[in-house]
């Protein structure tokens, strides 16, 4: 087939292209490579995608209209897989007009293109954030997630509403994601355990959250791709005979479906704490600091409708994902 990826420089969109290469596949690869963070580890991971032959990169901003239309026209895509986006949840605290940019009117590009060339699936990237303050534990596909907590979150529960009403009202059949906390080798270096692995080596205190008290629901990279490859063979088909005033929120008549990826599991921020020291063989030096405003205590992902359609349950722990993090990052970063 002949796929988009976009957010292809991105820790998931590199890990995508990368098990996606090599199986017959013509994929193009989009990213703008923002300065959000260090522009030589998303070069770096392009590289990484050097001698993979059938991937062609393109230098391209999701929120430029032109552009994308022109993409889409000059390519008949079969699937695309839309990981592009501003990311981090503080950020929006102080940059919200980047996310206006990226997250809707480039979500709206993507969505027009696949509307007007019909693309077969588009595969979305939502989040856990849009849980918001959902007290109810494991996080539902069905639970109302009316309140969120950061213009991030804001956006992602938007392009979920974006993506329902292009599937109702032209049949092109969309799939979101709700990741929760992606994590592993290629990584952001705004995640929690680049941050905390990089103090380590550095002897420097890391900033612990509410004083310790949260827990996430740590998800290895691998677990992420091998379920976003899994469910893009997952056409959603409409139903007309669902009751649309009665359904879920992740229900419809239309070819639309919504998933939580996750571990299933959560870790409290403590343990995982102690597992990087036993990575690394270093002492964390903590620095308890009060929650942080857009922040969440707890995720925690039910992730049997996923298991249901794709048969696949993720498989790394959070040990063994976290040494294999530590290793990549001495090996890349020469530690």
């Known amino acids: 087939m002949k796929l988009l990826i976009t957010g292809i420089a991105g820790f998931i969109g590199h890990a ?47 929120g430029d209209r032109e552009a994308m239309a022109a993409l889409f026209r000059e390519n008949a895509f ?51 954030s849009v849980y918001g303050m959902n007290a109810k534990t494991p996080f539902d596909t069905g639970d109302s997630v009316d309140h969120p907590v950061s213009l991030y979150a804001a956006t992602k529960k938007a392009n979920e509403l974006m993506s329902h009403t292009y599937a109702h009202l032209y049949g092109v059949p969309m799939t979101g994601l709700r990741f929760f906390t992606v994590y592993g080798p290629w990584g952001r270096p705004d995640m929690a355990i680049f941050k905390f692995v990089k103090a380590m080596f550095e002897g420097k205190p890391i900033q612990v959250y509410n004083h310790g008290d949260m827990s996430r629901d740590f998800t290895y990279i691998d677990d992420i791709v091998e379920g976003i490859v899994r469910i893009a063979d997952v056409i959603p088909q409409a139903n007309p005979d669902r009751a649309a005033a009665s359904a879920r929120p992740d229900q419809s008549t239309a070819p639309y479906a919504l998933y939580n990826i996750g571990y299933g599991a959560p870790v409290s921020l403590m343990s995982f704490i102690r597992a990087l020291e036993n990575a690394t063989g270093r002492e964390a030096i903590c620095d308890y600091l009060p929650m942080q405003p857009g922040d969440v205590p707890r995720t925690w992902a039910d992730t049997e409708a996923l298991l249901k359609a794709t048969g696949y349950r993720p498989k790394v722990h959070v040990e063994e994902g976290v040494k294999r993090f530590v290793e990549w990052y001495r090996d890349f970063y020469q530690v």
């Open 78 to 128: 079969d699937r695309v897989i839309h990981l592009a986006a501003q990311a981090g949840v503080r950020y929006s605290l102080e940059n919200p007009h980047v996310y206006a940019d990226s997250n809707l009117i480039g979500h709206l590009n993507v969505l027009e293109g696949c509307r007007q060339h019909k693309v077969g699936h588009l595969v979305y990237a939502s989040s856990s």
């Open 16 to 62: 995508v292209a990368k098990r996606l290469s090599g199986q017959g596949h013509e994929i193009i690869g989009i990213d703008n490579l923002n300065t959000y963070y260090d522009v030589s580890l998303k070069h770096a991971r392009l590289n990484d995608l050097a001698d993979c032959h059938d991937i062609r990169f393109i230098h391209m901003d999701l």
